[in-house]
């Protein structure tokens, strides 16, 4: 069982930046790839961004490249989120997922979630 938790979440104007936390509960977190989810209000749930166990390979969501960088820390097991150049339809609740299996997280399939953090980018 490994247990998530997300940090960071906020209110921010247009053109801001923000940065998520996600901390694992477990060493075994480390064994995972790791990624971010997002669900805004009447949507489903969609891919964000993910990061290899390892560290080495990345992914990102068309709609976020060039703003959003994912970064995972494995001695303390915690992958980052940082966020630039906000919009307001960046608005959501922002999930972190792990899965051992790098496709299956793709394709938004995660073993643990946490609990979420919202993200509301103003006008």
């Known amino acids: 069982q490994v247990q998530l938790v997300e940090s960071g979440g906020g209110l921010v104007q247009a053109g801001g930046s923000l940065r998520l936390s996600c901390a694992a509960s477990s060493r075994t977190g480390t064994r995972y790839h790791m990624g971010w989810f997002r669900q805004a209000p009447g949507k489903e749930r969609e891919f964000v961004t993910a990061?290899?166990?390892?560290?080495?390979?990345?992914d990102y969501a068309d709609s976020v490249k060039g703003r959003f960088t994912i970064s995972r820390d494995n001695t303390k097991i915690t992958v980052t989120l940082q966020m630039n150049s906000l919009k307001p339809e960046d608005t959501a609740v922002y999930y972190c997922?792990?899965?051992?299996?790098?496709?299956?997280?793709?394709?938004?399939?995660?073993?643990?979630w946490g609990q979420g953090t919202q993200v509301t980018v103003s006008s």
């Open positions: 990061i290899t166990w390892s560290g080495s390979t990345t």
């Open positions: 997922g792990i899965n051992s299996v790098w496709a299956r997280l793709r394709g938004g399939v995660s073993q643990y």
